[in-house]
């Protein structure tokens, strides 16, 4: 079955500290892989996505993600967290262009603190 | 180009009443999904369109009904509310005819009494 797993529910990192949030997924084909970010009372901001080509991809505001097909992973990293990264981070697979329709599975989220 | 909205922003029903969910995409778009957020739960797929009369269930469509009339527009319906229907709703849609990325809409937040 298709699955995404967020392993760390909740996060806290001290800010201008490094930061990798984890997700695997188990999904069947090559799949789209997608990091969302939401901040209180917000909607679902997309940060970066995968499709193919280079593994390592950059997204807004200083985010990078790093495909890796024998660990079925994808993990968001950002070198220096700055206390405006505080929310959930939500990762998401999808289908393939010839599944069309069939939408994102999402992981649970993991919710990031950050201290002073 | 205001992309995905969604209306009401906020509601509270007594359990048993009906309401209807709007969400609107100005991008002329096949493709729109409706999911529900939970805490702890993520999001979940509830029903989907992929093009205007076409609706398809998800992974937790009971208790709700869908409709695409209009290729911009997709209904969500809560016929009896109840109080396990209260939530976050989101719409979301590609940009563009091909794409796998989907943008969403602000959210409406549901209360059911």
């Known amino acids: 079955a298709q699955s995404v797993t967020q392993p760390d529910i909740h996060i806290t990192v001290s800010e201008g500290a490094s930061l990798e949030l984890r997700c695997n997924y188990s999904?069947?084909?090559?799949?789209?892989l997608f990091w969302y970010v939401q901040s209180p009372g917000q909607g679902l901001q997309l940060l970066l996505k995968?499709?193919?080509?280079?593994?390592l991809v950059q997204g807004i505001k200083g985010f990078e993600a790093e495909f890796k097909r024998s660990q079925s992973s994808f993990n968001l990293r950002k070198p220096s967290v700055h206390w405006s990264d505080a929310a959930e981070y939500f990762c998401?697979?999808?289908?393939?262009?010839?599944?069309?329709?069939?939408?994102?599975?999402f992981g649970k989220g993991t919710t990031l603190s950050v201290s002073s | 180009n205001a992309g995905v909205t969604q209306t009401p922003k906020f509601r509270v029903l007594k359990t048993g009443q009906s309401m209807t969910l709007l969400c609107a995409q100005d991008m002329n778009h096949e493709y729109m999904y409706w999911y529900r957020q939970d805490p702890g739960m993520g999001l979940r797929l509830i029903h989907y369109?992929?093009?205007?009369?076409?609706?398809a269930k998800g992974e937790v469509p009971d208790g709700y009904n869908v409709s695409r009339l209009k290729k911009q527009n997709f209904l969500l319906g809560l016929e009896s509310a109840a109080p396990s229907q209260t939530s976050v709703y989101f719409c979301?849609?590609?940009?563009?005819?091909?794409?796998?990325?989907?943008?969403f809409g602000p959210g409406t937040r549901l209360l059911v009494l």
């Open positions: 998401a697979v999808g289908p393939s262009f010839n599944q069309a329709g069939t939408a994102l599975i």
């Open positions: 979301a849609s590609p940009r563009s005819s091909g794409e796998e990325t989907q943008y």
């Open positions: 995968y499709f193919s080509g280079d593994t």
């Open positions: 369109s992929v093009g205007e009369g076409t609706t």
């Open positions: 999904y069947g084909a090559t799949p789209y």
